[in-house]
T-cell receptor, first 114, second 114 residues
Framework: QQKVQQSPESLSVPEGGMASLNCTSS?????YFWWYRQHSGEGPKALM?????GDKKEGRFTAHLNKASLHVSLHIRDSQPSDSALYFC??????????????FGRGTRLQVYA | DPKIIQKPKYLVAVTGSEKILICEQY?????MYWYRQSAKKPLEFMFS???????DNQTASSRFQPQSSKKNHLDLQITALKPDDSATYFC?????????????FGEGSRLIVV
């Protein structure tokens, strides 16, 4: 079973609209979460990290973490065509014996149309 | 300019052959990693290195051997290639190997084994 599950698999929003992406972990040891974005032909780039319960806002991007439900979300307001990409949720276990391991979800493909 | 340089960007290899994937990072980071992305699986952690020492190996096969000749280099040698090795291999780095560090990824080396 995937330890990090993302939904939806794909999402289409109009330019200027709000995109909402979800991520749920099945491992209670995961305490740190990241959102990464990958454009076609490129490597993943970190958008933001969130380690504490609540909201974290960076520009048009807002992440929300609820550790009790192991749920993290990403909301993109005023979506732009350049936001069209594959978005990954990634998690790490601070107590893991494996150094530097991030566990990734399968991703949500976002399409922003004009 | 990319701060993590991976070479080659694309390569096609014959089953049974050997290839080396090159990675150099110019972020001044002390920790480097290899991850693999294939159509069948999400991004998977393979190796972690810190100060040129292997910290963790989550790759089941000894056919995959990381090599670090300099602090900012981490190459990946793959021997006896199989079609299942076809994937995009990403090199990544972080300031340290602490679990709260953000990983920075290169653009990847896409390997096709025929």
């Amino acid at each position: 079973q995937q330890k990090v599950q993302q939904s939806p698999e794909s999402l289409s929003v109009p330019e200027g609209g709000m995109a909402s992406l979800n991520c749920t972990s099945s491992d209670r040891n995961f305490q740190y979460f990241w959102w990464y974005r990958q454009h076609s032909g490129e490597g993943p780039k970190a958008l933001m990290s969130i380690f504490s319960d609540g909201d974290k806002k960076e520009g048009r991007f807002t992440a929300h973490l609820n550790k009790a439900s192991l749920h993290v979300s990403l909301h993109i307001r005023d979506s732009q065509p350049s936001d069209s990409a594959l978005y990954f949720c990634a998690a790490s276990d601070p107590g893991t014996q494996v150094v530097g391991q991030l566990t990734f979800g399968r991703g949500t493909r976002l399409q922003v149309y004009a | 300019d990319p701060k993590i340089i991976q070479k080659p960007k694309y390569l096609v290899a014959v089953t049974g052959s050997e290839k080396i994937l090159i990675c150099e990072q110019y972020l001044g980071h002390n920790a480097m990693y290899w991850y693999r992305q294939s159509a069948k699986k999400p991004l998977e952690f393979m190796f972690s290195y810190s100060y040129q020492k292997l910290m963790d190996n989550q790759t089941a096969s000894s056919r995959f051997q990381p090599q670090s000749s300099k602090k900012n280099h981490l190459d990946l040698q793959i021997t006896a290639l199989k079609p299942d090795d076809s994937a995009t291999y990403f090199c990544a780095s972080s300031p340290r190997t602490l679990s709260g560090n953000t990983l920075y990824f290169g653009e990847g080396s896409r390997l096709i084994v025929v």
